[in-house]
């Protein structure tokens, strides 16, 4: 069992639910990331999500977009995300840690390589995000063989011989995509987001995780109603970072609580 596996397990015991918070390593410096990434842990995440910077996130809204251009613009690459993922995972043993990438970073390192190296800093799943499960077949191997689940997203237009496919190789969650488009806090929802959730409930046995949008408390509480096992919140953080100055540490927290407690709560 993976660290997915076992925090999942331990949820659904306790009845509980999974916030995991994401945010992009190295935004908006290395130190201010480490902090972030401890507050989101005293806050309460379940797991984490966290993005290598890229220069064309195609599936990123615009906050995400910007706090991408910023960390590469500070020179901040790969070997500094994987180095900071390290200090991340000496801050908790066994929170699971998922990576979101696009797959040229994957490339350009090589799948054999780039899964070996984000297993030695202690990752457990990386999603990678322009990656379609017809495709995918090499890389979910190469990912497999080092020990990481492979992370894959489901969408309002996955039809049910993708969601096959994706059940074939996934492993630890489901990224559900709550509307199409891009990510950013504006809580609009595709109106088939509880058929697409019981969609995939029956055809992949897995967690389900909900994000896009997922940036308040009635909203995360919203999608645990409509059948999710969690939510992934990650413009509202970067914004929330952006806005509360020097006082990030402590808003990023009372934000993580908030989120967590608004999922756990028991249903009307």
Known sequence: MNRYDVRFAGLREANRKAFIPFTVLGFPDRARCLTSIERMLAGG??????GIAFSDPIADGPVIQQATHD????GFGVRDA?????????RDANIPIGLLVYHNVVAARGAETFFAEAKAVGVDGVLVADLPPEVATETAAAAKAAGIAPIFMVSPLTDAERLRRIGEVAEGFLYVVSRLGITGSETNFDNQLQSVLARARAAVNLPLCVGFGVSTPDAARRMIELGADGVVTGSRIIEIIQAAGDDFPAAVQQFCETMRQAIDAPTP
């Open 45 to 50: 995440a379940a797991a984490l999500e966290l």
């Open 71 to 74: 960390v590469l613009a500070a």
């Open 82 to 90: 994987l180095a900071l993922v390290a200090d991340a995972r000496r």
